[in-house]
C-alpha cells in the first residue's frame, strides 16, 4: 500500500524557520523523482520542489534560495527545509511520487507577518 506521510508543518511568524518531512512506504522510493506541492485558499495547487533519484533539484522562482529540498533514500524520506519564511508561502504542502502521481495529505503552513 502506497503511502505519503507529511509532518513538520505550523504556524510561524514572516522571517522564520520550517522544515517538512515525508516518509514513504509501498513503493521503489530510491528510483523515484519525489516533489513538494502547495494549495492556497482559491489557488490551484503548484511545485515548490523537485528532486530526482540522482539528487537534481529544481525549484519554483519565488523559493529559489530560500527553499532547499533534499532527501534521504535509507529513510524513505524527503525534505523541504524553508527559511525566510513569507505570508505568501502559506498553503497546505503537498510530498509527491512526481512520476506516479501519488500525494499525501497535505500540511499546513502558516506565516503570519
Known amino acids: 500500500q502506497v503511502q505519503l506521510v507529511e509532518s513538520g508543518g505550523g504556524l510561524v511568524q514572516a522571517g522564520g524557520s520550517l522544515r517538512l518531512s515525508c516518509v514513504a512506504a509501498g513503493f521503489t522510493f530510491r528510483i523515484n523523482t519525489m516533489g513538494w506541492y502547495r494549495q492556497a485558499p482559491g489557488n490551484q495547487r503548484e511545485l515548490v520542489a523537485l528532486i530526482t533519484s540522482g539528487a537534481t533539484t529544481t525549484y519554483r522562482d519565488s523559493v529559489k534560495g530560500r527553499f532547499t529540498i533534499s532527501r534521504d533514500n535509507a529513510k524513505n524520506s524527503v525534505y523541504l527545509q524553508m527559511n525566510s519564511l513569507k505570508p505568501e508561502d502559506t498553503a497546505v504542502y503537498y510530498c509527491?511520487?512526481?512520476?506516479?502521481?501519488?500525494w499525501g495529505q497535505g500540511t499546513q503552513v502558516t506565516v503570519s507577518s
Open positions: 509527491n511520487a512526481y512520476e506516479l502521481g501519488y
